[in-house]
């Protein structure tokens, strides 16, 4: 289990989405739909940012990945890729309904289309409610995390142990 806080720490400092060029980092990876613009970026993963977690997706290839943001008037959980099925488990476990991605505002160049679409990943988009108190939100959606979490670890391949020796894995 990997958890990355906060991707736009200068954002979150100003309260803006967009981090200290501006650039809304959910619209900068290199997903067929990226499109240039200078709040996208003129360039897939031309921020600092966009390019960590980039790598660190590449470096984990994670079984599953769960993105929380705020929508300003709703809560809702969205999917892209492989995912549907951990959706609707999440909505009946939280009461957070399932909204397709068709029914929301286009995500040209976002994570869930890089992660979800081209590589295969099931990718959860949790959309909280802009403003609810952290510790609510958490308790709301608590049961239904932990679930999706261990559903996927229950199906995904078994990862290689390590042995003290360099580049051995367990059993060789």
Known sequence: LTILEDSNPDGSAQDTRGNKNGVDLNRNFPATNFKPHRMF???????????????????????????????????????????????????????YPVRESEDIAATPGSMGSWVGHMLDIPILTLEYLRGREPWTAWQETRTAILAVILDQAAVAPPVAKKTGRAGRAAGE
């Open 41 to 95: 970026g003129i360039t897939p993963l031309s921020q600092p940012e966009s390019r960590a977690v980039h790598d660190l997706v590449l470096k984990l290839k994670p079984h599953l990945v769960i993105v929380a943001h705020s929508w300003h008037d709703d809560r809702f959980i969205n999917f892209d890729g492989p995912a549907q099925e951990l959706a609707l488990r999440f909505s009946r476990l939280s009461s």
